[in-house]
């Protein structure tokens, strides 16, 4: 119930939350809506030494359309992405994943940029950003990089964000007027995803499919995606979620039953299409 | 650490640690037990307070954090001419038993009938999902919002 | 007043954050007390190193158990007395360890995760199977095995009717364990000030929570005071004797300085005791017509690492409640308490009671399947009609009020519109698109209103009656103090509601105070639905009694026999005369005028009475599930939810009905959601909410309630208690229903929680 202590800076600007960063090194970590950060805190599963809160620099939190891309800013709440409305013009897949998210509470504080450099597995928007293309942008010390979504998770709770960098925008593929899927079993309404599907149309008639709680990142259902450009019909494609996935084996639900739900959920996230 | 935060209207500046939750800011160091705490993993809502006029859990939020903000408790609804709309809906419709859980649920509802003045069953149930009650099975507590809503709604 | 729906005289404070509960209290100089709780299972203790926390800023000091060596052992049945905090080896996850206390709860938590605890593990044996195996260690040290108890309930068995039986079947039965979980956890604060000690605590019984610090600490009793203030929700958890009722206390002895403790959940989760936790094997023998005739049951529960006296022998009430509401002529029953390394169980809402209904709800439901009858119908052949009552069981002593079973029943399927569901569901059967549906029946009764003495004192009880003072005051306004101490049960409404109609006085002029062992006079507390049944005569007692005297007083007033004065208004009248009348105020303003009073009256109008049952009563009723379950990921969504409650007399509807609902969603939470589970190394899985299943807005359906009112004739009320009948009823109806749901596949039982992956699993393994 109560975190260990720890110094508190509170980051006035980019450059100095990078410059904090630089500073501590290993024992510091950033928080902005907290809500991934200080529930594990609180449990002492994390003990950071020191906490820079990014919350505050408003110039973090946006939504822009971009050309052909709609960029988010990180500090953007998932209450935000639920409401935007070039969200749900645009990449409304986004706003049905944020829709899914914990209770309005945790949505009302929670941000994406929060959620996926926590890199839960089992991350609601990880999906919809996997199956939008997104490209996460990373500030450090040497400069800007773009990672793509589907290079930025590299297992349970780690990404590709290297300790001294920032993510500072979410860019994602618009997808205006296109169908889209969001699908979600849960044990309960406010549980994590035990299984999730974001399914999402392309211009380009391919149809991109993503998956949580089917191993140890989000990830692309390949098998899926192949098949279905190959004119493999949805209910054939689906039957290929689980291929090539090694989900977890635990209390919450067997890995057959996951890989069953997979199966379950792609087929039906393909019919809403 | 200073923070000043401005609690049902008056504004609390106090020495903090980095580490004080803001549910035990308010109980602690303001003395207001009305906002309770029912768990550590940010599940229950019973420490559910407006935080610039959104539903938060508290003890998922630091004092540091909410440093120069309005929260609004429990304590702070209703007023001199009685209890709020919804405080009145969940006494008519029996909406509460132990009323542990009470204060979160009763702000919980506020937020959402400040966004929804007329929600249906479930969008009720919707809103408050991230809020507990293991009295009322809660039935009561979507009838309370109800009547909250055809008589004066989110005040 | 009785029979209005009347809004909650507490619900003022409550609804403005006014309300007290333990941790809300603040005393000056306040310390707060955490546990060491342990991280193994089963393991000697070989080290407690307590330096790196004493040495914290603001850390007052560290205890382990021999520092409290001299204090007496903990209340619990002879020989199986257990200590404050683990010494030599731990029992279970959870069990505290050592005690910190410190000048803050921050400070505390830090101090409580720094004391280093070494362990030699031991064998873990977290399964009933494993604490019985031939090579399992002793777990509790005074017992030379882990089977606690063998108990035969019966004293004989029925071997031979089932032998004559046509028909027989043999069915195993699992009531998992699960968490009380009340949104308020645990809480003690402890005052001990010059020779005596102050102690507010989430307590059901405050009374004996006195008796027992008393016999603790060799303080006699009017040197403690215990509070139960506001009390978050019990459910029965709050009436095990916790160690921090006692350490909370010896610390602010020794510190002179009051001491506060309060769980997390987390440590509720591990800490506070946890309920049923019972694998039933039956024999049941019956005919051709479902008539069933014997039945023999041996239920084996898991009593945890360290027995709770009241855990020990819960199955005993199980017992007595197998028959259910049917008419069965010879049941034999035993049972098994075994010891396990895992956190202790003990009451939880129904008590054994809703294990023995699930066992014989699910029972007729295998008999009618087994038939190829409809489980209604199997009902109506074995229902106890209304004019057997009231109904003596096969248990001796326990008989049943009366009620009208087969009505409940009717009723039900009427509102059900039962044969239109059973009509969907073929034709939903032959729909591969469609959810299967599926329709569960409970036809329950359950034992409440607890007592009477002879019962009660065998739970350490001082009595199974309840108590209530009541006194006018002045102005005819009335205070009842009553020795319950309810915990969301709106005991200051229905009382106020009983005296109103008693004394005739408005509702508004009754105030009721509980929960004060300083304030009430003795009193035992709230559980085993006793509100209504015990406390509620009691306060009718004092009423009737207070009335008697006011009536003596106003015929002298009004100088006339009081036999001739009749109630009228807020008065009396001379009989006939309307012009004879004086109004109650004036009576109660006369009562303390000794000077115009007949020689020898006692001054004022009050009345200290005890009501003993003279048995117990039998809350009664029907209630139906409809169930669609999907085929594709067998998650079960409850789409009605109907309940039939015969609680007796109904004193305020809108109570009674809360209380439906919310021992129905306990009961539906049983049925989907909600485990404590351990891992093969008694490491718990299901230690916090986010991990514990318990079921939020969108998981639970709306309930339509139902209520048949047979009065009782066991208590002048009428009542029965309808505090747990919702957890009694409902766990079956939803397993039956989701049973029914998947016959047709050959599935014949589902395992609670029926989780989607379990219901997949028998779909799957059945087709």
Redesign the interface.
Same mark, same amino acid.
């Given at each position: 119930m109560i975190p260990a202590g720890f110094t508190y800076v509170r980051a006035g600007s980019v450059e100095q939350a990078l410059a904090e960063l630089a500073w501590h090194g290993r024992d510091v970590r950033l928080l902005a809506g907290g809500h991934s950060l200080l529930p594990a805190m609180k449990l002492r599963r994390v003990e950071p030494g020191v906490l820079v809160d990014i919350g505050r620099l408003r110039e973090l939190a946006y939504v822009r359309l971009d050309g052909e891309q709609v960029v988010v800013g990180p500090l953007t709440t998932h209450r935000t992405l639920e409401r935007d409305p070039l969200v749900a013009e645009h990449v409304p897949l986004l706003a049905a994943a944020a829709r899914r998210i914990g209770d309005p509470q945790v949505r009302n504080r929670g941000t994406i940029g929060g959620s996926l450099a926590h890199a839960d597995p089992a991350a609601d928007l990880a999906a919809a950003v996997l199956a939008l293309d997104g490209v996460l942008v990373a500030r450090g010390p040497s400069g800007v990089r773009d990672i793509p979504a589907a290079e930025f998770f590299t297992g349970v709770r780690t990404s590709a964000l290297a300790a001294d960098e920032l993510l500072v925008e979410i860019r994602l593929r618009a997808a205006t007027g296109l169908g889209y899927a969001f699908e979600k079993f849960s044990r309960r309404a406010l549980d994590w995803a035990v299984v999730g599907v974001a399914a999402q149309a392309r211009p380009e008639g391919r149809t991109a499919v993503a998956l949580i709680g089917m191993g140890q990142t989000p990830l692309r259902a390949g098998e899926v995606e192949e098949a279905l450009a190959a004119g493999v019909p949805a209910a054939e494609a689906s039957a290929l979620a689980a291929r090539g996935c090694a989900p977890a084996d635990n209390a919450v639900a067997s890995a057959a039953y996951r890989s069953h739900l997979a199966e379950v959920l792609v087929g039906r996230a393909l019919a809403a299409l | @650490?200073r923070v000043e935060i401005t609690v049902n209207g008056r504004p609390h500046e106090r020495e903090v *640690?980095?580490?004080? /939750?803001l549910v035990?800011f308010l109980?602690?160091l303001l003395?207001?037990?009305?906002?309770?705490?029912? %768990?550590?993993?940010?599940? %229950?809502? =019973?420490c !559910?307070v407006l +935080?610039d006029g959104?539903?938060?859990?508290s003890?998922?939020? /630091?004092a =540091? #954090?909410a440093d120069g903000c309005e929260v609004t408790?429990? *304590?702070g +609804?209703?007023g001199p001419d009685g209890?709020s709309p919804v405080?009145e809906g969940?006494?008519?419709c029996?909406g /509460? #038993? %132990?009323?542990?859980?009470?204060?979160g649920m009763?702000m919980?509802a506020t =937020? /959402?009938l400040a966004e929804r003045p007329d929600p249906s069953e479930q969008e009720?149930?919707?809103? +408050?999902?991230?809020? @507990? %009650?293991?009295? !009322?099975?809660? #039935? @009561?507590?979507?009838e309370s919002v109800q009547w909250a809503a055809a008589n004066g709604g989110a005040r | 007043m009785i029979g209005s729906a009347v809004p909650r005289k507490e619900d003022a404070a409550l609804l403005t954050g006014r309300g007290t509960f333990v941790d809300d209290i603040q005393r000056p100089g306040l310390l707060h007390m955490v546990y060491v709780q342990s991280t193994e299972a089963h393991a000697l203790i070989t080290g407690i190193d307590t330096s790196a926390a004493t040495a914290l800023p603001g850390v007052v000091g560290v205890w382990t158990a021999e520092d409290f060596a001299e204090l007496p052992a903990r209340p619990s049945v002879p020989g199986l007395e257990r200590h404050y905090l683990a010494g030599e080896k731990v029992h279970y996850v959870g069990e505290p360890v050592a005690v910190v206390v410190a000048a803050d709860r921050y400070t505390a938590a830090d101090a409580a995760r720094a004391v280093e605890v070494t362990y030699e593990p031991l064998p873990v044996m977290a399964t009933l199977e494993a604490a019985l195996a031939p090579d399992a260690v002793p777990i509790f040290a005074p017992l030379p095995g882990n089977l606690a108890l063998e108990q035969p309930v019966t004293p004989d068995d029925v071997a031979a009717e089932l032998d004559a039986a046509p028909r027989r079947l043999r069915a195993r039965l699992v009531n998992q364990r699960v968490a009380g979980a009340p949104m308020e956890p645990y809480g003690v604060l402890a005052d001990w000030v010059g020779n005596g000690v102050t102690v507010w605590a989430t307590v059901q019984a405050p009374h004996r929570v006195r008796a027992e610090i008393a016999q603790v600490f060799g303080l006699a009793r009017h040197l403690i005071r215990v509070v139960a203030p506001d009390v978050g929700g019990a459910f029965g958890v709050k009436s095990s004797f916790m160690p921090e009722l006692f350490l909370a206390p010896e610390l602010s002895r020794r510190l002179g300085r009051p001491v506060k403790f309060v769980e997390t959940r987390r440590e509720h989760m591990t800490h506070t005791y946890h309920g049923r936790d019972q694998v039933q094997e039956v024999e049941v023998g019956f005919d051709e017509n479902g008539a069933i005739l014997a039945l023999d049951v041996t239920i084996t529960v898991n009593i945890g690492g360290v027995p709770d006296p009241v855990g020990i022998g819960l199955p005993t009430l199980t017992s007595y409640m197998l028959g259910g509401c049917y008419r069965i002529p010879k049941i034999a029953a035993r049972y098994r308490s075994v010891l396990t390394n895992t956190t202790p169980t003990a009451s939880y809402r129904g008590a054994g009671r809703p294990e023995a209904s699930f066992l014989i709800e699910r029972v007729v439901d295998l008999v009618a399947l087994e038939l190829g009858k409809d489980p209604a119908e199997v009902r109506k052949v074995n229902l106890i009609g209304p004019e057997q009552m009231p109904y003596q069981t096969p248990f001796e002593g326990i008989v049943y009020d009366e009620a009208d079973y087969p009505a409940a029943l009717e009723l039900l399927l009427g509102e059900l519109d039962y044969d239109a569901l059973r009509a969907e569901q073929e034709r939903r059967r032959a729909d591969p698109g469609a959810r299967l549906l599926g329709v569960g029946l409970s036809t329950f009764v359950e034992m409440a209103g607890f007592g009477p003495t002879p019962l009660f004192e065998q739970f350490g009880y001082l009595g199974g009656w309840e108590s209530a003072n009541l006194r006018l005051q002045p102005d005819g306004s009335v205070i009842v103090l009553v020795g319950t101490a309810p915990h969301g049960q709106g005991h200051q409404t229905a009382m106020a509601q009983i005296v109103a109609d008693e004394l005739g006085v408005p509702f508004e002029a009754v105030s009721v105070f509980y929960g004060d062992t300083a304030v009430v006079q003795e009193g035992i507390g709230t559980m085993g639905s006793r509100g209504m049944p015990v406390a509620g005569n009691a306060v009718r007692q004092a009423a009737v009694e207070v009335a008697d005297q006011a009536r003596r007083i106003a015929a002298h007033l009004l100088e006339a026999d009081p036999d001739d004065l009749v109630r009228v208004g807020d008065g009396f009248q001379v009989k006939g005369v309307p012009d004879a009348a004086v109004p109650l105020a004036a009576v109660v303003e006369r009562s303390f005028k000794p000077h115009l009073l007949p020689e020898g009256t006692r001054l004022g109008l009050e009345s200290t009475a005890y009501y003993e049952p003279k048995n117990l009563s039998y809350p009664s009723g029907a209630h139906g599930c409809v169930v669609e379950i999907e085929r594709d990921t067998g998650r079960v969504h409850v789409v009605r939810y109907v309940c039939v409650d015969d609680c007796g007399t109904v004193i305020n509807p809108m109570n009674a009905r809360g209380q439906v609902h919310g021992g129905v969603a306990q009961g539906i939470a049983q049925a989907l959601f909600e485990k404590v589970s351990f891992d093969a190394e008694g490491r718990p899985l299901a230690a916090s909410l986010e991990e514990y299943m318990l079921p939020g807005m969108l998981d639970l359906p709306r309930y339509e309630t139902h209520h048949i009112e047979t009065r009782s004739s066991f208590n002048p009320l009428g009542v029965k208690g309808i505090g747990e009948a919702g957890a009694t009823a409902a766990p079956q109806a939803v397993v039956n229903a989701v049973v029914d749901a998947l016959a047709h596949l050959g599935v014949r039982d589902v395992e609670m929680p029926c989780t989607p992956e379990r219901v997949w699993k028998a779909m799957h393994h059945a087709s």
């Open positions: - | @650490m *640690e980095p580490r004080l /939750l035990h109980r602690d003395s207001l037990t009305g906002t309770h705490v029912g %768990c550590d993993t940010t599940s %229950c809502g =019973a !559910t +935080l959104v539903a938060v859990k003890c998922t939020v /630091l =540091a #954090q408790t429990v *304590e +609804l209703g209890l405080q969940f006494r008519q029996h /509460l #038993q %132990c009323g542990y859980c009470t204060p009763v919980a =937020a /959402l009720i149930r919707d809103g +408050l999902k991230g809020n @507990m %009650c293991r009295c !009322t099975g809660y #039935q @009561m507590i979507v | -």
